[in-house]
Nanobody, 114 residues
Framework: VQLRASGGGLVQAGGSLRLACAASGRTFSALVMGWYRQAPGSQREWLASITSTSITSYTDSVKGRFTISRDNAKNTVYLQMNSLKPEDTAVYYC?????????WGQGTQVTVSS
C-alpha cells in the first residue's frame, strides 16, 4: 500500500485544517485507516482510526475536535481538525492496516501558532 498525505500547513489557534491521505495498491475499502502524529522529541501518537465499515475511534485529546472519515470511491481518508491548539503542532501520518500488515505515509507538517 502506498499512502500520500496532504493538507498540512500553518494555522492560527482556533482554526481548522483538513488532512487527506490517498491510498493505492490494495483494495482501499478493506483497509483500516488511521491517523497518528509525532511532535519533536515525542513518540508517535495514535489519534483516530476508521474501520472498513466506517466505525471510528479517537484518542481522548482530539475527541470532539477531530473527525476521521473515508471516501472509498476516492481511496482517501480524511482528518478534519477543528479548534486547533498549539499543542497539536506535529507531523501527521496516515496509516493503513490489513491483517498483521501496517503501512505508513510520508507525513505532513501541521503547525498551530498561538
Amino acid at each position: 500500500v502506498q499512502l500520500r498525505a496532504s493538507g498540512g500547513g500553518l494555522v492560527q489557534a482556533g482554526g481548522s485544517l483538513r488532512l487527506a491521505c490517498a491510498a493505492s495498491g490494495r483494495t482501499f475499502s478493506a483497509l483500516v485507516m488511521g491517523w497518528y502524529r509525532q511532535a519533536p522529541g515525542s513518540q508517535r501518537e495514535w489519534l483516530a482510526s476508521i474501520t472498513s465499515t466506517s466505525i471510528t475511534s479517537y484518542t481522548d485529546s482530539v475527541k470532539g475536535r477531530f473527525t476521521i472519515s473515508r471516501d472509498n470511491a476516492k481511496n482517501t481518508v480524511y482528518l478534519q481538525m477543528n479548534s486547533l491548539k498549539p499543542e497539536d503542532t506535529a507531523v501527521y501520518y496516515c496509516s493503513a492496516r490489513i491483517g498483521a500488515l501496517n503501512f505508513w505515509g510520508q507525513g505532513t507538517q501541521v503547525t498551530v501558532s498561538s
